[in-house]
């Protein structure tokens, strides 16, 4: 299937590993242009030359902070002025502290805030108005299965990344008109470097191994296993495509079924 992305340019945060190189690189297999974003300057630099050469495609990486919005502000900036454009917005970070609403301070809150809530609204704010102007987008919100299933002893990511679905379901009405589409991609547990470190804090506190930990995860799923960052990246693909204009204001699960709700 052709998605119609050859030659558009995608904004995909916290792209250095994980979900969102996993995202990164189907879609430069689809041929579009990379800014690539992430804390850690030297793993993202590394995976924007590895993409770019698999793959043949220009892949830009700079290194930001997301919960910064001085960092923000220059990542789009300096995207907008190497490409002209951004078509394509993928919001990712990576999850905020485990712990149970008594163990966590206001600066917790406040912290993870910024990292979850303020990034998605300070990108998608520095975005739109070149989206706009060209009358088509496409923004992504990487959130999670624990917007519609809370997850025990994640309150914090619980809370905000509802937050985030909120303000997307609302944008995606405002901005509809200008070929605009908002979706959210809910990963369920999926092999990537931060389900294992949940693994590893939460076998330290139940005094078990973290392989004991991800079967009891995958006792929870149906499909009695871990889902690959590629299966999350081939729906995220997909719905930022030219294929898929009609939908919009949707979360959609990538969860081997974990989700109990009919809808």
Partial sequence: MDLGLRGKVALVAAASQG?????????????VSLILCARG???LIEAAQDIGRRFDVPAHALSADLSVLGDVERLVADGLKRFGTIDILVTN????????????????????TDLLLMSALDLTRLVLPAMKQKRWGRILNITSIAVKQPVDNLILSN?????VTGFARTLA???????????????????TERVEQ??????????VTPD?????????IPMKRLGQPSE????????????????????????????????
């Fill in 198 to 207: 949940l693994a590893r804090t939460m076998a330290e506190k139940q005094g």
């Fill in 159 to 163: 809370s905000l990344r509802a937050a």
């Fill in 19 to 31: 979900l969102g190189r996993a995202v990164a690189e189907e879609l430069a297999a689809e041929g």
């Fill in 232 to 263: 999350f990246a081939a729906l995220a693909a997909f719905l930022v495509s030219e294929r898929a204009g009609y939908i919009t204001g949707t979360s959609i699960p990538v969860d081997g079924g974990w989700i109990r709700s009919i809808i």
């Fill in 173 to 191: 009405n405002e901005v509809a008109e200008f070929g605009i589409t908002v979706n959210n991609i809910m990963p369920g547990y999926t092999l």
């Fill in 93 to 112: 970070v990576g999850g905020p502290p485990a712990g149970r609403f008594e163990s966590l301070g206001r600066d917790d809150w406040k912290r993870a």
């Fill in 212 to 220: 004991a930990v991800k079967a009891g995860w995958e006792q929870e």
């Fill in 41 to 43: 300057e030297r793993q």
